[in-house]
């Protein structure tokens, strides 16, 4: 039987996780909630196919390239490095959980790999030099347009929040496949908004069958809420139909950034109460 040593069983210890990875590098880019253009879930009315860079994610089985891209979205979006960031392979391997499974060169040839698929989407470039690779984003919609920091005041330009907390907590590390993609999906709408399965091929591009496994996962690990809503139908044999409406519960929606507070603000005789906006979506 193999026995540790206490020296071996300490460097285990105190090795950073995939976790400790990607927490470094969320507080690198000193940011609560990071942007993500709306257009990566679902092209905008109008447009040819409403499919979404997603799709290809999502048929094409890569959870490990879906987690990566959106890493990379919170690592380089910040701007403080022209959109761009830098690691060692190591170091990608690593913040997508590859040394796991693999030996330490497979790890860094398995990490160069998920970025290559990226950059043949269209939503990054990638750079190698050495053991060094720099990752530069591109626009969100597969365009391969130059990226910038999106504002909101377009329909193509509109944009959901991911919360830190959804790679500082792990709640990367459980999802599926379905889960993650319909976690993007609810987030692009409004709260309580309803997503049929039956539309799930027309407006996204995958089947209503790991549509509703996505929406279930979710549920299951009280990532969103769900209530019932019922509307007129006459000519149906209850006279009404029921369909469930869903939104983010708290541990996922956006962070609100902290107010600085002046004495003046601070005063009795100067409450005032803040009205919480509502994010704008669409099909």
């Known amino acids: 039987m193999k026995t540790t040593s206490p020296a071996e069983r300490d460097i285990q210890m105190n090795k950073a996780t995939g976790r400790d990875t990607r927490t470094a590098v969320l507080k690198r880019s000193i940011r609560a909630n990071v942007p993500l253009r709306k257009t990566f879930v679902q092209a905008p009315r109008g447009a040819e196919s409403r499919h979404g860079p997603l799709k290809e994610f999502v048929t094409g089985r890569d959870l490990r390239g879906l987690k990566a891209y959106l890493m ?50 269209r939503l990054i470039t990638c750079h190698r030099v050495g053991t060094k690779i ?62 049929p399965a039956e539309k799930a091929n027309e407006w996204y591009g995958w089947s209503p069958d790991t549509h509703e496994r996505g929406l279930k996962k979710l549920l299951e690990f009280g990532l969103v809420e769900r209530r019932e809503e019922y509307k007129k139908a006459p000519l149906s044999p209850l006279g009404m139909t029921m369909a469930y409406q869903y939104q983010r519960t708290s541990i996922i929606r956006p962070r609100k950034p902290r107010k600085t507070t002046s004495p003046a603000a601070a005063s009795p005789a100067k409450k005032s109460v803040a009205t919480p906006s509502r994010s704008e979506g669409g099909r």
């Open 72 to 121: 990379i979205v919170a690592a380089c979006s910040n701007g403080t490095s022209g959109w761009s960031t830098t690691h060692d392979s190591a170091v990608w391997a690593r913040m997508m959980d590859i040394f796991e499974t693999a030996t330490d060169q497979s790890a860094r040839t398995g990490a160069w790999r998920t970025l290559r698929r990226l950059e043949k989407r």
């Open 134 to 195: 720099t990752v530069t984003l591109l626009r969100e919609d597969g365009s391969g347009q130059p990226y910038d920091r999106p504002r909101g005041d377009t329909e193509e330009d509109r944009f959901l929040l991911i919360p830190t907390t959804f790679w500082t907590k792990g709640y990367d590390e459980a999802l599926d496949l379905p889960g993650l993609a319909l976690l993007l999906v609810v987030a692009r709408e409004k709260n309580w908004s309803t997503f």
